[in-house]
């Protein structure tokens, strides 16, 4: 999955904080509900909007940042 066709990052959207595209639903928000425990289907009824891709594409987000970043990324 390539997340760059489902998140976006622009100044002038939700502080520049990556979101989904065409919405201001941040990645952040999406990733910390799920890491607390919430199911997807939860998620996809409490925001509309949101996609099973979406969340697929927040958690290769995640992956590449982790990959990328960190005294781990370093090491490689």
Do not use: C
């Amino acid at each position: 999955m390539d997340w760059r066709e489902y998140i976006e990052q622009r100044p002038d959207v939700m502080l520049g904080k990556p979101v989904f595209k065409g919405t201001r639903l941040t990645v952040e928000l999406i990733l910390e509900r799920l890491g607390a425990g919430s199911p997807q289907n939860d998620l996809m009824d409490a925001y509309p909007q949101l996609r099973t891709e979406h969340i697929q594409a927040a958690q290769a987000f995640a992956a590449e940042l982790l990959a990328n970043t960190g005294p781990l990324a370093a090491k490689r």
